[in-house]
């Protein structure tokens, strides 16, 4: 039998029956329980594969089966309970574009990990993007500046974007804050990047994890493993959107 057909035999067996005696019984005739007079003895020789109408299956498989299913939905309902753009029919293309990355942003990762063609290692990648919004504040202010998604997502409920309650715009506690109007422009470091700010080709962000520079230039290449995408929406003046996947060795 094909090891992809097998598992789903299991399977099949495991969801259908809540417990393993439950199965036991299924196999168990009433020519068995007439000359057996034992239930008892009856599901002990079908564990044992003496008697039985359908296929043997050991108990240890059975649970071990059993709790990888229960392991799986709790984390496929968990996982869509966490993603705070699951189910919502988004117009903008900016909010389409949060989306698609909220779910490699929020756990760090891009794709399992996998074995590249000809290497000695196995790489795990890693998404982190960074957004960039030029728009006005609700005072009217133009302001701008360039935001760590990931570690928004961790810090804040990005429902209310999603839902069009609110408009996502840079903070001063972001990677970098300008308010044209005032002049005020804040730099900060986040959990993913460094903030280069001194540097005589202007702004730069170096990823902690594998040192890459993430050049915000548009006239510049974002660098190496980046890419740099301008965001077609109603909702601001400008956005942008730079997303750096990092290569770490496991």
Known sequence: MDPDEGLTSVDNIVTQFNTYEDFLDSQITTVDL????????????????????GEILKREDFEARK???????????TQKKTLTSAGKELQDGFLKALAVREEDNRNG??????????????????????????????????????IDYADRLKTEDFEVYFNGK??????????????????IAVCNSSPNYQVIHDNQDGLLFKHKKDRKILN??????????STRISIQTDLYIQAVI?????????
């Open 67 to 77: 709790a990888a299913i229960e392991t799986a939905r709790l984390a496929e309902r």
């Open 216 to 225: 915000v230039d548009p006239k510049d290449h974002p660098g190496d493993n």
């Open 109 to 146: 990762k891009v794709s399992l990990s996998q074995q590249e063609p000809n290497a000695a290692h196995t790489f795990k990648r890693q998404l982190a993007s960074v957004i960039f919004i030029r728009d006005k504040n609700s005072h009217g202010q133009e302001v701008s500046g360039y």
């Open 166 to 183: 609110k408009r996502l715009l840079p903070r001063p506690t972001d990677l970098s804050f300008y308010n044209w109007d005032t002049q």
């Open 34 to 53: 007439y000359y057996l007079e034992d239930e008892s003895l009856a599901r002990q020789l079908v564990e044992l594969g003496y008697r039985g109408t």
């Open 242 to 250: 730079f997303d750096h996947i990092s290569r770490r060795k496991t």
